[in-house]
């Protein structure tokens, strides 16, 4: 891996952990909705910093998503609780950001908040012995 790669990934990695900063401060200001837009990409800059570590990356949500369960939730190296989590913020952040009338509620969204933190140091943790 090339100090370019390593220094892309480091930089994703921050990113995600700011945009789970962006997550926690729409929620304590009740705007749920916005609250998963930036928990979903908290998770899909992490993905893609991991991706980095194996040469894997996608032009398209919908390709990064796909090769996350392809390459790491499938064979088991990310739990399948993982896949789970970071599927249903891709599916609820696509339906809050553009279906009509659509109205994240608090009780709904504020457990993925501290699931979203594990996800982000899971990943965390993984890009690091990958870079060791």
């Known amino acids: 891996m090339t100090d370019e ?3 892309i990934i480091l930089y994703k990695m921050d990113r995600a952990y700011e945009t789970l900063e962006e997550a926690e401060l729409m929620g304590k200001y009740n705007h749920w909705n916005t609250c998963v837009n930036r928990l979903y990409y908290a998770c899909f800059y ?3 910093a991991l991706l ?3 040469n894997l990356s996608s032009s398209k949500h919908t390709g990064i998503r796909s090769l996350f369960n392809k390459y790491f939730v499938r064979p088991g190296l990310i739990s399948e609780a993982s896949g789970v989590l970071y599927n249903e913020l891709f599916e609820n952040r696509q339906e809050s950001d553009y279906a009509d009338f659509v109205i994240m509620k608090e009780d709904f969204v504020c457990p993925w908040i501290d699931k979203t933190r594990i996800f982000l140091d899971t990943i ?6 990958k870079m060791n």
């Open 5 to 7: 790669i390593k220094k």
């Open 52 to 54: 980095l570590t194996e």
């Open 46 to 48: 992490s993905v893609c």
């Open 124 to 129: 965390k943790i993984m890009i690091e012995q």
